[in-house]
């Protein structure tokens, strides 16, 4: 939906991109439902091809993956690159063995996705895993907690989805809630 939302423009409620990139890690883009999408916020379905999914399957993959969304982003045409999920890839490893190489990488990817957010105005967005308990705690451990501005959680409830603002750099808490219809996303 976020692809979809960049590509309208500034007045109607989204930033006026020329194209939006999507790195797909798990397989989860749907072009019939961006379609969808597409439709609600009177775009063509030609705008499709306005969205470049970029499809990975491991962390070298991914690595160029975001080589190429940060060229887009330098020549101005993207100002979304969404990365769903950054967690997937790193995967690859397995048990604690593994453990200081993955997180050396994950760190590697987070300071490319840094550095992608300081060559232009972008809205970089990705999505990751967390561990339920008693607090919430990252999948991707200490260096994926805390590299982010905002980190926000999505919980489904009762046929609504919830989001609420958990850490921000320089905005309060916060919560809303939106359903998720066939017809589109609607705020309550």
């Known amino acids: 939906y976020m692809t979809v939302r960049s ?17 797909d890690t798990e397989g989860t883009f749907d072009p019939g439902r961006a379609s969808v999408f597409l439709r609600q916020n009177d775009l063509s379905e030609r705008d499709l091809s306005r969205i470049d999914v970029l499809r990975v399957n491991n962390v070298i993959q991914l690595k160029g993956a975001l080589e190429v969304a940060a060229d887009h982003v330098k020549s101005g045409s993207s100002k979304l ?11 690859q490893y397995g048990g604690l063995k593994g453990l200081r190489e993955r997180q050396e990488d994950l760190q590697e990817v987070l300071i490319s996705l840094r550095r ?3 060559r232009g105005s972008v809205v970089i ?8 308990g008693r607090d919430l705690y ?12 905002n980190m926000l959680c999505f919980r489904k409830v009762r046929g609504k989805v919830i989001v609420t603002l958990e ?14 219809r066939e017809d589109g996303i609607f705020g309550l």
């Open 7 to 23: 590509l309208i423009n500034e007045e109607r409620g989204g930033i006026s991109s020329e194209r939006a990139i999507f790195i």
């Open 81 to 91: 690159v969404c990365l769903d999920s950054i967690s997937h890839p790193f995967r």
């Open 116 to 118: 992608i957010a300081e």
């Open 125 to 132: 967005m990705t999505m990751h895993a967390m561990r339920w």
């Open 138 to 149: 990252s999948k991707g451990g200490f260096v994926l907690s805390h590299t982010p501005h």
């Open 167 to 180: 850490d921000s750099s320089y905005l309060p808490p916060g919560q809303a809630a939106f359903v998720i």
